[in-house]
């Protein structure tokens, strides 16, 4: 049960390169989260999905793109890369508000941009 | 402006000592979570509290949620070495719940 993968777990970017993150999970969730890690500062939302087809902003959403295209697969895009975007993603999955159920996290991936 | 702030956010422990762990937030939220992370490592559910009063515990560590205070605490009893590691709570903001905000985190050390 392999639970929420993230791909890539490592990246190195120059400033301007864009680059997708994959965020896939295998527990038929209808709700997937991204967001980033920073030092001294717990996650931030970036953008979140509640279905299929659906996306919406989260905190920090500015420099970034999501596409749901299939329910077990969130996309985080990054279309021109800047140093201030270096940070630690995390993917999260969740049934939804209703089950009151946590999110579930993927491993994070390292994104420096140089 | 939505704020979750935790405090402390650094805590020495003595192991056997025990401690609390505050989260206090700014607007009204239906749950309240509380997650653990090891360095390096992802997020880890502990909690999840759903309605005033609600008081969970596992092990050493036992959460409690005031909604009317907009308080949430995380006590750790006799705490071991293994407890190490950073605790962060998190709102769903109401009543757009799907917007989730974290606090900054508590790192707990426990030192033997």
């Known amino acids: 049960n392999a639970g929420v993968t993230q791909t890539p777990k490592f990246r190195v970017l120059k400033t301007g390169q864009s680059m997708t993150l994959l965020c896939a999970q295998d527990?038929?969730?209808?709700?997937m989260y991204w967001y980033r890690q920073d030092p001294g500062m717990g996650l931030r939302l970036i953008h979140y999905?509640?279905?299929?087809?659906?996306?919406a902003k989260g905190e920090v959403p500015d420099g970034y793109n999501v596409s749901r295209l299939k329910k077990q697969n969130f996309l985080l895009g990054l279309e021109s890369a800047a140093p201030s975007q270096t940070s630690v993603y995390f993917c999260?999955?969740?049934?939804?508000?209703?089950?009151?159920?946590?999110?579930?996290f993927g491993d994070g991936t390292r994104l420096s941009i140089l | 402006e939505l704020k979750v702030e935790q405090n402390p956010l650094f805590l020495s422990m003595q192991e056997g000592k025990n401690y609390t762990i505050y989260c206090n937030y700014s607007?009204?939220?239906?749950?309240l979570y509380w997650y653990r992370q090891d360095p390096g490592k992802s997020l880890e559910s502990l909690f999840v509290?759903?309605?005033?009063?609600a008081v969970k515990q596992e092990g050493r560590l036992m959460a409690s949620l005031d909604t009317k205070a907009r308080l949430s605490t995380l006590h750790i009893t006799a705490a071991v070495h293994d407890l190490s590691a950073t605790y962060f709570c998190?709102?769903?903001?109401?009543?757009?719940?799907?917007?989730?905000?974290f606090g900054a985190g508590t790192r707990l050390t426990v030192k033997p």
């Open positions: 527990m038929n969730h209808e709700y």
């Open positions: 999905s509640v279905g299929e087809g659906t996306t």
């Open positions: 607007t009204t939220s239906d749950r």
């Open positions: 999260a999955s969740s049934l939804g508000l209703s089950s009151n159920q946590p999110q579930h």
């Open positions: 509290l759903l309605s005033n009063g």
């Open positions: 998190a709102v769903d903001i109401a009543p757009n719940n799907n917007d989730m905000r």
